[in-house]
């Protein structure tokens, strides 16, 4: 049995347990994991609270060691990664070895930003006693860490968006203690990330309660830390349900806390009216690639492609469907997944106006976690009258909107929810023609894509990997990218003090050497 690491130490045995599932068999794991007691969650966020101002007090270059330890860690034990994530997920290798990478390149990302240091914003306003009529202070601004944070694994994302991922990365680089609950789905993958995050604190010198993992495979955990005072934001991946909850539990605080939750989005692909008929297989094949990836269940896996009726628009569809119909059933990652799949399915074969194009109802589908790719098909005036169309459904589906005027091409976007993406196909001198569309796109996703498909996120300074609500509840953030840190920060200004007394960030003599504005 396997138990909770709270702080450097593990945690109580109790008698409630859960195990993993291994989604290509529907077999149980052998490992059975305690679920963390009421207790053991405020040992932990008191924990956080008291190595807070310690943490807080690193400077960047010793934040940096800790990170880039870490990342080489987490690569050293890439082969017994591979060894229980494939169990725990029915992923294959290379994507397992593909998502270690990634994860050890956030860290090293924010590894390097922390040691450069300029993130901080430093401000600086120097005092002006003899200005008239009223002399002006010394005044200086830099970025603080906000204190402990929750971070909520995802069920997609086991190593990437999970114990080492994004959040807990740019938690630990701002100087915030993470208090991480553990998908239940993965359990042991998470384990070996979180004793291998242990080990390097203490090689490094961190304070103890720096962070913490925890165990649950119900609301039980979640809901006890998101409401403990010494947690002051929260960072999550998952379902618009289970994000609106945390939302709402961390609102009704006496003191409300920032809840940073990615939640859903259909990422639409709108296709421009001279669809080259030459490059519609291309076309075609990619979007089957970008559909199926992960079988369908990427944050960022195209839903809705809306597509200009004629024969291109009828070439495409009959291709798309045809290659859509020759992929393999697969196992989604967990039964919670595929079910919800199968419901919204469902649903959105029941809307009117929809037509099933291809939906493999096997007995391979039937039971276990196994999903078939589906296609679906409706006509423009129908999505843009029926909003329950534009939900996401989390899988290798795809609803394809036919429209026939440059005006339903333009309702249909005004129509949407917010994004985390929106993709554009055309060619360049027909894109300078809907300036209109371009701009209202805009205001719907964090990324804007031309010419390319949306899976596939680029960890860089650069990238936003957020949008406007529901796909995010703050449209202001990211979870990847240099400007993740900036969720689990607050400006603090310091006025008229010594500068002995200031951070090395806002002295005069400037030691760190800092990119700064300055008065």
Known sequence: MESSLIGFSRGDYSSKTFQAINPAD?????????HASDYEVEQACQLAANAALSLSSLSGKEKSV?????ASGIDEIVDEIVEIMTKETGLPEPRVRAETGRTSGQLRMFAKLVAEGNWVDARIDRAQPERQPLPKPDLRSMLRPIGPVAVFCASNFPLAFSVAGGDTASALAAGCPAIVKAH?????????IGQKIVECMQECNWPEGSFSLLFGDGRSVGQSLVTNPAVKAVGFTGSRAGGLALFELANKRKEPIPVFAEMSSINPIFVLPSMDQSKIEDFAQGLVGSATLGVGQFCTNPGIVVYPCGDSGDQFVDSYTEKMKDVSVCPMLNQGIKDAYEKGL????????????????S????????????????QAKDFISDEMMMEEVFGPSTLLVEYDSPEELLQIAEKLDGQLTVSIFGNDSELQKYPALLSTLETKAGRVIFNQFP????????VVHGGPFPATTDSRSTSVGTGAILRFVRPVCFQGFPDEWLPDELKDENPLGLKRCEE
């Open 184 to 192: 239940h789905s993965h359990p042991g993958t998470a384990l070996l």
């Open 26 to 34: 529907s077999e149980k794991l052998p490992t059975h994991y305690a």
């Open 455 to 462: 899976t596939g996120v680029e960890v860089c300074k650069s």
């Open 66 to 70: 800790f990170l880039e330890a870490l």
């Open 346 to 361: 469902n649903h959105l074969s029941n809307c009117e106006g929809v037509e099933v194009l291809h939906r493999e109802q």
């Open 363 to 378: 007995a391979e589908v039937a039971s276990g976690c196994g999903a078939s790719t589906c296609v679906l098909k409706t």
